[in-house]
Antibody, heavy 121, light 110 residues
C-alpha cells in the first residue's frame, strides 16, 4: 500500500523559499498517476497547489504559478515543492497526495499526514 | 472565494439524513469529469469518500452517497453518526484552473 510522507522546515522567513519533499513508499512514483500538493491555511479550506507526472510535466494553480516549482526525483521515489517569495499568507498545513488514475479516475486516494509550515521572522 | 460553492455548515440529529451541495460551472462540474468528495477531520489527512460523482472507495459505508446534475453535485449521509462529524470538501477538474475544491462544509451531529 502506497504511503506518503512530507518533510521540510516548519519555519520559513518572509521573502524566503518554502521547500518540501514528499517521500513515496510502498510503491513506485513512476506510474500513470499524478502527484499533487495541497494546503490548508488556518481557518480556511483546502487549496490545490499543483501536480507533477513521472515525465516531469507539471500543472500549477494559476494563483501560485509565478512563485512555484514542483519537481520529481524518480531515483529517490519522491517529489518536491518549492514556493518562493513567501509571505504570512503562505502559512499552512501542506499535504502531498496521489491522484490515482486507474481505479478512482484521478481523485486523491492517498495523502500524507501533512506538515505545518509557518512563515515568520 | 472558492470556485466551487458549498454551504459553510449543515447539522442533523443522530440517525437523520443530511445533504451537502456543491455548485460549480460549465468549466468544472458541468463537464464530463467526475466530482470527488473528501472527509477531513482536524489534525488528520483528508479521506476520499466519493469519486467519479457517485462511487465509493472500499471501506466507505453505503450510507454515504454522491450524485451530480448539471453544474451541481451533492453528498448525502444517511443514518447520521457522531463519527460523521467532520469537514467535507467537493473537488472537480476545471478546464482552466485544473483541480479546484469547494470551500468546505462542517457537519455537526446534534
Amino acid at each position: 500500500q502506497v504511503q506518503l510522507q512530507e518533510s521540510g522546515p516548519g519555519l520559513v522567513k518572509p521573502s524566503g523559499t518554502l521547500s518540501l519533499t514528499c517521500a513515496v513508499s510502498g510503491g513506485s512514483i513512476s506510474t500513470n498517476d499524478w502527484w499533487s500538493w495541497v494546503r490548508q491555511s488556518p481557518g480556511k479550506g483546502l487549496e490545490w497547489i499543483g501536480e507533477v507526472y513521472q515525465s516531469g510535466n507539471t500543472n500549477y494553480n494559476p494563483s501560485l504559478k509565478s512563485r512555484l516549482t514542483i519537481s520529481i526525483d524518480k531515483s529517490k521515489n519522491q517529489f518536491s515543492l518549492n514556493l518562493k517569495s513567501v509571505t504570512a499568507a503562505d502559512t499552512a498545513v501542506y499535504y502531498c497526495a496521489r491522484g490515482e488514475q486507474q481505479v478512482v479516475g484521478g481523485a486523491f486516494d492517498t495523502w500524507g499526514q501533512g506538515t505545518m509550515v509557518t512563515v515568520s521572522s | 472565494q472558492s470556485v466551487l460553492t458549498q454551504p459553510p455548515s449543515v447539522s442533523g440529529a443522530p440517525g437523520q439524513r443530511v445533504t451537502i451541495s456543491c455548485t460549480g460551472s460549465s468549466s468544472n462540474i458541468g463537464t464530463s469529469n467526475g466530482v470527488n468528495w473528501y472527509q477531513h477531520l482536524p489534525g488528520t489527512a483528508p479521506k476520499l469518500i466519493i469519486y467519479g460523482n457517485s462511487n465509493r472507495p472500499s471501506g466507505v459505508p453505503d450510507r454515504i452517497s454522491g450524485s451530480k446534475s448539471g453544474t451541481s453535485a451533492s453528498l448525502a449521509i444517511t443514518g447520521l453518526q457522531t463519527e460523521d462529524e467532520a469537514d467535507y470538501y467537493c473537488q472537480a477538474y476545471d478546464s482552466t484552473l485544473f483541480w479546484v475544491f469547494g470551500g468546505g462544509t462542517k457537519v455537526t451531529v446534534l
